[in-house]
């Protein structure tokens, strides 16, 4: 599993697995990410859409967490 999310809450979240650093200076940039809701709080994060954060990073976000997750 490299991305959760309920597609019919609004608005849309969606938790992604990242490296703790980049974690913790995400949550520190934009308020609309925070520590994964219900999952290991240094290692996932949960963002909700239509905030600050550019829909460019989330595709990002997700991407990397695939890519975290793929090789297992």
């Not at 991305?3 to 969606?14: T, Y």
């Not at 940039?29 to 709080?41: R, V």
């Not at 290692?43 to 905030?51: A, I, K, P, Q």
Request: charged fraction near 25%.
């Amino acid at each position: 599993m490299f991305a959760l999310a309920q597609l019919k809450r609004k608005p849309l979240q969606v938790s992604v697995k990242c490296e703790p650093e980049l974690g913790e200076q995400l949550r520190a940039s934009y308020t609309e990410i925070e520590p994964g809701y219900h999952l290991n709080k240094r290692h996932w994060l949960t963002v909700t859409f239509g905030g600050g954060a550019p829909e460019e990073l989330v595709g990002e976000l997700i991407a990397g967490s695939y890519d975290l997750v793929a090789p297992r």
